[in-house]
C-alpha cells in the first residue's frame, strides 16, 4: 500500500473507533439494540488486503472497543474472526470480480450484492459477539434477539451512510 492510503486507512480507523466508543456505545434501544457501526472499517478494506493485516487491525480495533466498553475480548475475537472469514466471502459471492476493483461499495456492485456482503459479514461478527458475551445457551431466544436486532440495525446504518456515500 502507498503511504497516502495507510494514513488515509489509519485515520478511518481512528475516526470510526472514536464514533463507536464515544456515540454508539451509548446507544442502547430497548434495553439490548446498540448499533455496532465500527465494522464499517473493515467492511470498506480494499479486496486485496492481505487476511493477517487484517486480522491485526481486527485485533487492534476490538481491543480498543473492549478496552473502552470493558467487555473482556469479546470484541477482539469476534473482529478477529470477521477478518479471517473476510477474504473468503469475497470469494464465494463476488467470483468473477474484476482484478482492478479495490472496494467493494454499493455504487460498484449493487444493493442486492452489497447487501450480501455486509448482511453476512455483519451477522458472523454478531452471532460471536453475542454466542461470547453470553457463555449459554440457557436464554438462547433472548441472545438470538440480540444477534437478529443488532444485525438489522448496524447493516441498516451501514446502509444508510453508504447511500449517502455514493451520491
Not at 430497548?30 to 486485496?48: A, E, K, T
Not at 480498543?64 to 469476534?78: I, L, R, S
Not at 441472545?143 to 447511500?163: A, C, G, M, P, Q
Request: net charge positive; with cysteine; hydrophobic share 55%.
Amino acid at each position: 500500500m502507498r503511504g497516502n492510503v495507510v494514513i488515509w486507512y489509519a485515520l478511518k480507523f481512528v475516526t470510526v473507533l472514536l464514533l463507536q466508543v464515544l456515540l454508539f456505545n451509548n446507544i442502547d434501544y430497548f434495553g439490548f439494540i446498540s448499533p455496532y457501526i465500527y465494522l464499517l472499517f473493515f467492511l470498506d478494506l480494499p479486496v486485496n488486503f492481505k487476511t493477517a493485516y487484517a486480522m491485526l487491525s481486527g485485533f487492534l480495533m476490538g481491543f480498543w472497543v473492549d478496552v473502552f466498553g470493558n467487555t473482556m475480548g469479546v470484541h477482539t475475537a469476534a473482529c478477529v474472526l470477521l477478518c479471517f472469514v473476510r477474504n473468503t466471502w469475497i470469494s464465494m459471492l463476488f467470483s468473477s470480480l474484476n482484478a482492478q476493483q479495490t472496494e467493494l461499495t454499493l455504487a460498484r456492485v449493487g444493493w442486492i450484492d452489497y447487501l450480501k456482503y455486509i448482511g453476512g459479514l455483519v451477522l458472523l461478527h454478531h452471532t460471536a459477539l453475542f454466542l461470547l458475551e453470553s457463555l449459554s445457551f440457557v436464554a438462547f431466544g433472548y441472545t438470538l434477539l440480540r444477534i437478529v436486532s443488532n444485525t438489522v440495525v448496524t447493516v441498516s446504518l451501514i446502509l444508510f451512510y453508504e447511500y449517502f456515500r455514493s451520491k
